[in-house]
């Protein structure tokens, strides 16, 4: 949060607005991890954050709006740790993309366990319709694309969809295991690589 | 139900007592499924199977119980189907077993469906300690390796253990896209399959 402050340090007020979102957002993610979706409401996630409710009505007119731009700030996180994780690379390999989009899925660190738990609750209540679903559903068939994307570039398997769909399956479940606390991260991070050195073989 | 009823039935009392109890342990699934574990009491659970309270208690002297038994049975309805999918083949490929195993994991029908909901559930709400987080990691355990000592005798991996690891992570990442709704029952169980490629060889 901090550096990215610092990051787009140039425009303090335009930053500070959109660091006072993404505070909020936290905050719903934390409320999410807690109680489930079910329990997000403009007024538990202002209590959450520590601010007025009329704050949190300033940013976001309705509590869909709120929930949407927590999932974008997800995106955006991610984005940025993948940005992070490459750079200095200017041409990447695809098994090095593959495997930085991947271990933004994988609950390494605690912000990353939160969204982990975020979307089991998605899923426990039943990873029904609605705007959240549709956009959940919407992210992931973009992953889904993006891995698809990088591993026809750099892998020779015949169906690059299909190997994706279980590269993103390998990661959420090994999620599960880790979340559920039978599986150490290090080696949910070990069992990745060995999915990763399947597709794209041992050396890639 | 009623077949495992008239599979046993040459002790009728017995069975029915056991009928009642798995009775009231789908009903404690259904409620998991729909609001979470925390909402799991005797109560609530003989509401949703329509039973009295008295009945509940008669059955389990608490919630715990209750919880533990309805896992139990998730195990031992699962062995029942396995045994039924591998009847006639006296001694199984080790790869048909590990089939048999991981597509009771993934949610190809209702009841798999409310199983799958009530393992995001459990997760979503933390995958915290208690008796009902010990023997959830105990049986997720079990069934590694169980499923690590197929992939010994039927694979030439040099590391069973890091393979089942991985074989359970598609699995129950599987399950969570199809949950979510991005991912077809029949694409999972391909992808499944493709995994079982990988480890056991296409011919396998």
Redesign the interface.
């Given at each position: 949060m901090r550096s990215h402050r610092v990051m787009l340090g140039g425009v303090p007020k335009k930053v500070d607005h959109h660091v006072r979102r993404r505070e909020i957002a936290d905050a719903l993610w934390r409320v999410v991890?807690a109680k489930?979706f079910a329990a997000v409401s403009l007024r538990q996630v202002a209590a959450e954050a520590g601010v007025s409710m009329g704050l949190v009505q300033h940013y976001f007119d309705s509590r869909e709006r709120m929930l949407l731009f927590a999932l974008d700030s997800v995106s955006e996180r991610a984005r940025e740790h993948i940005a992070v994780e490459l750079a200095g690379h200017p041409e990447p390999a695809p098994r090095a993309v593959v495997r930085a989009l991947l271990t933004q899925v994988l609950p390494l660190d605690e912000q990353r366990r939160r969204e982990?738990?975020?979307?089991?609750?998605?899923?426990?209540e039943?990873?029904?319709g609605g705007v959240v679903?549709e956009r959940?559903?919407a992210d992931?068939?973009r992953f889904t694309d993006a891995l698809a994307e990088q591993v026809r570039r750099g892998a020779a398997t015949p169906d690059p969809e299909?190997?994706a769909?279980?590269l993103?399956?390998?990661?959420?479940?090994?999620?599960?295991?880790v979340?559920?606390?039978?599986?150490d991260p290090a080696?949910a991070l070990?069992?990745l690589d060995?999915?990763l050195n399947?597709v794209f073989g041992a050396i890639g």
């Open positions: 991890a489930g982990g738990h975020a979307l089991f609750a998605f899923l426990a039943g990873g029904r679903g959940m559903r992931m068939l299909r190997a769909v279980l993103l399956a390998v990661a959420d479940g090994l999620t599960a295991h979340l559920g606390g039978h599986l080696d070990t069992a060995d999915q399947h």
